[in-house]
Protein backbone atom coordinates (compact mmCIF):
# COMPACT_ATOMS: atom_id res chain seq x y z
CA UNK A 1 0.00 0.00 0.00
CA UNK A 2 2.86 2.48 0.83
CA UNK A 3 4.48 1.64 -2.61
CA UNK A 4 1.87 2.65 -4.08
CA UNK A 5 1.16 6.05 -2.32
CA UNK A 6 4.85 7.02 -3.62
CA UNK A 7 4.25 6.14 -6.67
CA UNK A 8 1.10 8.36 -6.63
CA UNK A 9 2.81 11.08 -4.95
CA UNK A 10 6.01 10.43 -7.58
CA UNK A 11 3.37 10.98 -10.63
CA UNK A 12 1.88 14.03 -8.87
CA UNK A 13 4.38 15.76 -8.14
CA UNK A 14 5.85 14.73 -12.20
CA UNK A 15 2.78 15.92 -13.52
CA UNK A 16 2.43 19.28 -11.74
CA UNK A 17 5.97 19.83 -12.68
CA UNK A 18 5.45 19.51 -16.18
CA UNK A 19 1.83 21.44 -16.40
CA UNK A 20 4.15 24.47 -14.67
CA UNK A 21 7.16 24.41 -16.61
CA UNK A 22 5.36 23.33 -20.77
CA UNK A 23 2.53 26.26 -19.98
CA UNK A 24 2.64 29.61 -22.48
CA UNK A 25 4.02 32.76 -21.09
CA UNK A 26 1.53 35.22 -20.66
CA UNK A 27 3.45 36.68 -23.53
CA UNK A 28 2.13 34.48 -25.98
CA UNK A 29 -1.94 34.94 -25.02
CA UNK A 30 -3.56 35.88 -27.80
CA UNK A 31 -4.90 39.15 -28.67
CA UNK A 32 -8.19 40.19 -28.11
CA UNK A 33 -10.81 39.22 -30.91
CA UNK A 34 -11.69 42.59 -33.20
CA UNK A 35 -14.53 40.50 -34.26
CA UNK A 36 -18.39 41.50 -33.00
CA UNK A 37 -18.98 40.09 -29.72
CA UNK A 38 -21.96 39.50 -27.46
CA UNK A 39 -21.49 42.60 -24.75
CA UNK A 40 -18.90 44.43 -26.81
CA UNK A 41 -19.77 47.74 -29.21
CA UNK A 42 -20.73 46.63 -33.10
CA UNK A 43 -17.87 47.87 -35.45
CA UNK A 44 -18.98 50.69 -37.26
CA UNK A 45 -19.16 50.87 -41.21
CA UNK A 46 -20.60 52.88 -43.72
CA UNK A 47 -22.54 51.34 -47.33
CA UNK A 48 -24.75 52.59 -49.49
CA UNK A 49 -28.45 51.48 -49.38
CA UNK A 50 -30.21 50.53 -52.78
CA UNK A 51 -32.34 53.78 -53.04
CA UNK A 52 -29.08 55.86 -52.76
CA UNK A 53 -29.09 56.59 -49.32
CA UNK A 54 -25.54 56.41 -47.26
CA UNK A 55 -26.02 54.53 -43.76
CA UNK A 56 -23.18 54.28 -41.30
CA UNK A 57 -24.00 52.10 -38.01
CA UNK A 58 -22.74 54.81 -35.25
CA UNK A 59 -25.24 57.30 -36.63
CA UNK A 60 -28.06 54.92 -35.64
CA UNK A 61 -27.14 55.15 -32.31
CA UNK A 62 -30.47 55.58 -30.08
CA UNK A 63 -32.30 53.21 -31.75
CA UNK A 64 -31.61 49.21 -31.77
CA UNK A 65 -30.89 47.66 -35.16
CA UNK A 66 -31.15 44.83 -36.99
CA UNK A 67 -28.22 43.42 -39.10
CA UNK A 68 -29.18 40.82 -41.36
CA UNK A 69 -26.94 39.21 -43.67
CA UNK A 70 -28.36 38.05 -46.69
CA UNK A 71 -28.28 37.42 -50.31
CA UNK A 72 -30.96 36.66 -53.41
CA UNK A 73 -29.62 33.54 -53.94
CA UNK A 74 -29.78 32.18 -50.42
CA UNK A 75 -32.59 29.92 -49.80
CA UNK A 76 -32.62 30.33 -45.78
CA UNK A 77 -32.38 34.08 -46.55
CA UNK A 78 -35.58 34.22 -49.24
CA UNK A 79 -37.66 32.05 -46.69
CA UNK A 80 -36.72 34.73 -43.56
CA UNK A 81 -37.59 37.68 -45.48
CA UNK A 82 -41.17 37.66 -45.02
CA UNK A 83 -40.43 37.08 -41.31
CA UNK A 84 -37.71 40.25 -41.21
CA UNK A 85 -40.75 42.34 -43.42
CA UNK A 86 -43.08 41.31 -40.67
CA UNK A 87 -40.87 42.68 -37.91
CA UNK A 88 -39.80 45.77 -39.72
CA UNK A 89 -43.18 46.46 -40.04
CA UNK A 90 -44.11 45.93 -36.27
CA UNK A 91 -41.50 47.42 -34.65
CA UNK A 92 -41.24 50.04 -37.27
CA UNK A 93 -41.46 52.87 -34.31
CA UNK A 94 -38.60 50.74 -32.07
CA UNK A 95 -36.47 48.41 -34.24
CA UNK A 96 -34.49 49.03 -37.49
CA UNK A 97 -33.96 46.43 -39.51
CA UNK A 98 -31.88 46.66 -42.23
CA UNK A 99 -31.07 43.55 -44.75
CA UNK A 100 -27.49 43.93 -45.75
CA UNK A 101 -27.19 42.12 -48.87
CA UNK A 102 -23.61 40.59 -49.89
CA UNK A 103 -21.75 40.05 -52.67
CA UNK A 104 -24.20 41.55 -55.25
CA UNK A 105 -24.94 44.64 -57.53
CA UNK A 106 -28.09 46.55 -56.92
CA UNK A 107 -29.31 45.58 -60.97
CA UNK A 108 -29.82 42.13 -58.81
CA UNK A 109 -30.82 43.01 -55.91
CA UNK A 110 -33.49 45.75 -56.14
CA UNK A 111 -36.18 43.57 -58.63
CA UNK A 112 -35.67 40.93 -55.86
CA UNK A 113 -36.95 43.09 -53.21
CA UNK A 114 -40.00 44.94 -55.29
CA UNK A 115 -40.96 41.01 -55.92
CA UNK A 116 -40.65 40.23 -51.96
CA UNK A 117 -42.23 43.88 -51.07
CA UNK A 118 -39.57 44.23 -48.79
CA UNK A 119 -39.54 48.02 -47.61
CA UNK A 120 -36.69 47.92 -44.90
CA UNK A 121 -33.27 49.32 -45.88
CA UNK A 122 -30.91 47.19 -47.62
CA UNK A 123 -27.52 48.26 -47.52
CA UNK A 124 -25.47 46.81 -50.28
CA UNK A 125 -21.91 45.15 -48.91
CA UNK A 126 -21.18 43.92 -53.13
CA UNK A 127 -17.48 43.83 -52.07
CA UNK A 128 -18.38 42.10 -48.58
CA UNK A 129 -16.09 44.05 -46.51
CA UNK A 130 -18.84 44.50 -43.95
CA UNK A 131 -19.47 40.77 -44.19
CA UNK A 132 -15.66 39.88 -43.40
CA UNK A 133 -15.86 42.71 -40.67
CA UNK A 134 -18.74 40.62 -39.01
CA UNK A 135 -17.31 37.57 -39.28
CA UNK A 136 -20.08 36.36 -42.05
CA UNK A 137 -19.19 32.51 -42.26
CA UNK A 138 -22.25 31.41 -43.68
CA UNK A 139 -25.78 33.34 -44.41
CA UNK A 140 -28.21 34.23 -43.65
CA UNK A 141 -26.44 35.83 -40.32
CA UNK A 142 -27.63 38.14 -38.22
CA UNK A 143 -26.91 40.56 -35.17
CA UNK A 144 -28.84 42.09 -32.83
CA UNK A 145 -27.33 45.86 -31.65
CA UNK A 146 -29.03 47.96 -29.17
CA UNK A 147 -29.82 51.38 -28.97
CA UNK A 148 -25.99 51.91 -27.45
CA UNK A 149 -24.26 50.24 -30.11
CA UNK A 150 -23.99 46.80 -28.09
CA UNK A 151 -24.17 43.89 -29.57
CA UNK A 152 -26.51 41.65 -27.61
CA UNK A 153 -27.84 38.33 -29.53
CA UNK A 154 -26.60 36.82 -32.70
CA UNK A 155 -28.30 34.02 -35.00
CA UNK A 156 -26.43 32.07 -36.90
CA UNK A 157 -29.04 30.89 -40.40
CA UNK A 158 -32.48 30.71 -40.75
CA UNK A 159 -34.90 32.69 -38.40
CA UNK A 160 -38.91 32.62 -38.14
CA UNK A 161 -41.31 34.81 -36.41
CA UNK A 162 -40.03 33.48 -32.92
CA UNK A 163 -36.32 33.69 -32.97
CA UNK A 164 -36.76 36.98 -34.80
CA UNK A 165 -38.65 38.41 -31.97
CA UNK A 166 -36.65 36.76 -29.09
CA UNK A 167 -33.73 38.79 -30.67
CA UNK A 168 -35.42 41.80 -30.72
CA UNK A 169 -36.49 41.21 -27.23
CA UNK A 170 -32.74 41.33 -26.54
CA UNK A 171 -32.31 44.15 -27.71
CA UNK A 172 -35.37 46.46 -27.21
CA UNK A 173 -36.33 46.93 -23.28
Do not use: K
Not at 43 to 62: I, M, N, S, W
Not at 134 to 145: D, E, H, S
Request: proline share 7%; charged share 20%.
Amino acid sequence: MNRWYGVFVVVLLAGSSWLWWSRAPLTAQPAPSEDPVIGRIAPDFELVTLDGTTLQLHELRGTPVVLNFWATWCGPCQRELPALQAAAERYADRVLILGIDQGEAGEVVQPYVDEMGLTFPIPLDSDMVVGRLYNVQGLPTTYFVDADGVVRHLWLGEMNSITLAEGIAEIWR
